[in-house]
């Protein structure tokens, strides 16, 4: 085996998936370690049913890029699995992987490793105001996202929810849990509120927000969702939740009338933040990595994403900084290009 | 006579700290209370209503989106900038297009009531629409509003 043809990728996500089909298609040989079972990350573990802005089927998007990675002779997909360790050699890195379920253990030759190990989404239940994990019908938006793709939205009394309101902000850009803002759940929250509105045609969506952050060509959502579907916004915090038995009151304030607003809502949507996952700390922990204040892997130049600082390691996708999955894919791509060069260099076919 | 009345109304809920943030309807004071052979005029029977918002009405904006000047209220996303570039609200502070499409928007009735008489004050001068961002054609909502909260 060519030693100095073969990249390690960690993370079997958007930016993993990308990058291994590109150093594949170079004719290089890709070693893919992915904690969970599944390939396909946080869009397929927890079931996005479209992306947002255009409301493209995750399985357009991803359905290539796994197929791709499934079936191709040079990649090596290792499912269930974490990188154990690592030793820097002169040309090269000798990594151990550890598959979780059988305890086995596997030893790689590679030139250069990609990190590609994402996100989590923040747990709410540490924020006590909304009462996550104790009142019915708060749930969180990658629990909608299961919802929405069964084609089916309900209580957990399976009753139809007519008025549903989503809090903004859950979990960011808040200095009590998270200080950065998450980039996507602005955007993501409004075409779940649009899905909604076609799933329950009669519903009544209010969108209680601090400010709406859809950037660039995202903006669209959110003026489709005012103009075309009656989407209401109301510009405040929530402080309180309260189970009624039946409803869900909920308290805040409309700073756009500067007056409290005391309303039932049938079902509560958070859209909670992204935040680095243990699969981050745990590699950046193995491989050395530099961290930043906030947890995300941190690159060597913070404009340059794929740049770890370290020789022969590149960063890609949502443990850098929460992005979106057309940033992480595009991301996926740079590292794998990086990770290319640096092993063509090493290999003196390049200089 | 009117003299009296402004004393009236100066000395209505006297007592309550930071007075100046509650507005005079929802004070109750009452002249002459009597709870089981004991007084409980004047202050010692004050209540203060709550200025809590119960619930949004949409049935309005419904109205107003069927009038022709008003069909476009929905888009407005609050930038406010009608409001800025209004002479009518330079001078009177209780006239602006901004509140009064989010308050038509979201159904706030009592807002409403308490505003009404103001609305009329719309010259019609077009400014705001010209400047709207996002055409939700303020003058016209004005206009379409004036026509509505007559009936309201």
Redesign the interface.
Known sequence: MEKNKSVLVIGAGPAGLQASKDIAEFGYRVILVEKNSELGGAPIRWKYHTLAPDFVPTEKVLGPLIDFVKNNNLITVYTDSIVESYEQKEDFFNIKILNLKSKGVYNEKVSAIIVATGFEHFNASVDPRYGYGINPNVIGINELEVMISNGKVLRHDGKIPKRIGFIFCVGSRDRSTNPWCCTVCCGVSIKQAIEIKKIIPDSQIYMIYMDIRTVGLWEKLYWQSMENYHINYIRGRVGEIYWTGEKLLVKGEDTLVRGPFEALFDMIVLAVGMEPGEGTKQIAKVLGLKVNEYGFLSPRIPNIHYDSGKDGIFLAGACVAPMSVEEAIGEGSAAALQAIKYSMRKAKKMP | MTENNNEKEERKGKYIIEREYVEDERIIEPEKLDIGGVDASGRWGLIVLP??????D?SLIDEVKKLPRGKHI??C??CGLCTSVCPVAHKEPNFNPR?FI??V??G?KS?IKKLKKYVYLCQGCGLCSEACP?HVDPSGVMMALNILFDKV
């Not at chain 2, 200025?51 to 949004?56: G, M, N, Q, S």
């Open positions: 200025r809590v918002i119960k619930d949004f949409h929905e888009r996303w609050q509140y989010y308050i928007k979201m706030y807002e996002k």
